[in-house]
């Protein structure tokens, strides 16, 4: 079931199209990347799927409700990570949580202390719950800024560069919560991103935008492999001969082979590089190889998303 619909979703800003003609869907407990640069229309995008702006065409649905006709049934069924979200630096985190519960009319007092206390511990929070959050660190803001979101336990979260600001450790601590919700409550998760590392680690499918337009939608290896260099295999060898290069030719999905003879080393490209890499080894060892180290290159997605964005410009 698709738990997020868009049909053409557009929004204009007098003559600037900041979101243009999106068409996509996100499947329940899918973590769905939006990638793309600064102004590409991420914020816009979520924005507008969070019922905080309209679209000016085009439509959407939400949870099964559409967002024009039924914005206050869709806030309910979404949480929302701003981009600069704010907290109340005077209270504690459990404060925090509480003014929130209660603007989502979470307010049967049991109810409330157990869904509050679920979160913070799962965010690793509980013990500094009677502390304010003026004393916090960025990433421990962030992440009860993300427990906030998830007060009144939406099936649908919405992320706005979660990682964005944040220090590496931080970062890394906010990445293996998100991947954390996905599985453990299986929340349907929207990712704004402009950091290809979060996509590619949390991702299931990305759809890279570039001024408000669709690029390429896929999974991170679908979006690899539209580039067209593909994955090699170097292999280091005590000594090259004709009968090694021989052997590794004839390996299937091996498409090429050259030779380094200065460094005994040959190149190999590849296919598919998980399954043609033992291949390929095993096969040279037979022939009588004598291998040194084996060094795998795949092109990161970094690399096809720059591509991407670059032919978009020409
Ligand atoms: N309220 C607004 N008024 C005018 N232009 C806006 C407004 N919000 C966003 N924009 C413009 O729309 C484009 C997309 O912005 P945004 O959705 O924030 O991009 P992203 O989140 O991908 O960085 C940008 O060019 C931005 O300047
Ligand atoms: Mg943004």
Partial sequence: MSRIETEGLTKYYESLVAVDHLTFKVKEGEVFGLLGPNGAGKTTTIRILACLISPSEGSAKVSGYKIDKNPLAVRQTVGILTENPSLY??????????????????????????????????????????????????????????????????????LDEPTAGLDPESAKEVRDLMKMLSRREKHTILLCTHHLEDAERLCSRVMIINKGKSVVVGTPDELRNRIARKPS??????????????????????????????????????????????????????????????????????????????????
């Fill in 89 to 158: 630096e005077r209270l504690t985190a459990q404060e925090n949580m509480d003014f929130f519960a209660e603007a989502y009319n979470l307010t049967e007092p049991q109810e409330k202390a157990k869904r509050i206390r679920e979160l913070l511990e799962f965010f690793d929070l509980w013990e500094r719950r009677n502390d304010k959050v003026a004393t916090f660190s960025k990433g421990m803001k962030q992440k009860l800024a993300i427990a906030r979101a998830l007060v009144h336990n939406p099936p649908i979260l919405f």
């Fill in 233 to 314: 295999v170097q292999i280091d060898l005590k000594k090259v001969d004709p009968k090694i290069i021989e052997a590794a030719r004839r390996v299937s999905h091996v498409e090429q082979v050259d030779v380094d003879e200065s460094s005994s080393s040959i190149r190999i490209v590849l296919d598919d590089a998980s399954e043609g890499t033992p291949a390929v080894v095993k096969s040279i060892v037979d022939a009588g190889g004598l291998v040194i180290g084996v060094y795998v290159h795949r092109p990161s997605l970094e690399e096809a998303y720059l591509k991407l964005i670059k032919e978009e410009q020409h």
